[in-house]
């Protein structure tokens, strides 16, 4: 099974206590802001994991959905939405094909989702891809929003992507899609070098324990590009 699968399917309580350490200075939330208000609007969220999109947004959001294909991401989320007496909606599903009408959201996200299709269908990716896509499209009403979040790398100090297969895909989204590209720094921070390693090396791998012990990071770098189109 793929090492990001395996996360999602057995680790998702250790995914979200990685994750949580992420957005040190909290740019996320206002870099989002800058691409349109949420504020009493129908959101959708693709790839929803445990809730990274939910919990920044839930509260502004008039209705939130969030779709995931894993039940143990689900799960998690469902933990954390209650741990912050969170309302919104929860689906099981493929972003590939959704269960919802044409046009039922004004925004829909997908954050650290779509990037993995790339990865798992290498040879098919842009009519994978463009699946997800399409229903983004077919999902969003009129004068709406499409926002993708992706990483544009851990452990460097300058944004880009982590692999020539990714760079394929965001250029395909910016030259083919139409979407714009905005950076924005999310590093984690933790509370030692050892807290780190610990909490980062069962997703990054040995390479980056390594790196960050080399460097003696408590705070990793990171960044986040973010993809918007308004249609």
């Not at 944004?159 to 895909?169: D, G, H, R, T, V």
């Not at 714009?180 to 324990?209: C, K, N, W």
Request: aromatic share 12%; hydrophobic share 40%.
């Amino acid at each position: 099974m793929d090492h990001f699968r395996q996360i999602y399917t057995g680790q998702a309580a250790k995914y979200h206590r990685m994750i949580s350490s992420e957005d040190t200075d909290d740019n996320l939330g206002p870099a989002l802001e800058k691409v349109t208000s949420f504020k009493d609007k129908r959101l959708l969220d693709l790839g929803t994991g445990t809730g990274r999109i939910p919990l920044l947004l839930g509260q502004q959001a008039g209705q939130l959905i969030g779709v995931d294909l894993y039940e143990a991401m689900l799960r998690e989320n469902r933990c954390q939405r209650m741990q912050v007496e969170g309302r919104w909606g929860l689906v099981q599903g493929d972003m590939r094909r959704l269960p919802f009408p044409a046009g039922w959201a004004e925004v829909v996200t997908a954050g650290w989702a779509i990037g993995h299709i790339r990865s798992w269908f290498d040879r098919d990716w842009q009519n994978q891809v463009g699946r997800v896509l399409a229903e983004m499209h077919r999902l969003v009403a009129p004068a709406g929003t499409l926002i993708i979040l992706e990483t544009l790398t851990t452990g460097e100090l300058k944004a880009k992507p982590p692999s020539q297969a990714l760079a394929e895909y965001y250029a395909w989204l910016e030259k083919e899609w139409g979407f714009t590209r905005h950076v924005v720094s999310t590093d984690y921070q933790f509370a030692s070098i050892e807290e780190a390693v610990a909490l980062t090396e069962f997703f990054f791998g040995p390479a980056m324990a390594a790196k960050i012990q080399a460097n003696e990071w408590d705070r990793l770098p990171e960044w986040t590009g973010i993809w918007s189109k308004w249609v």
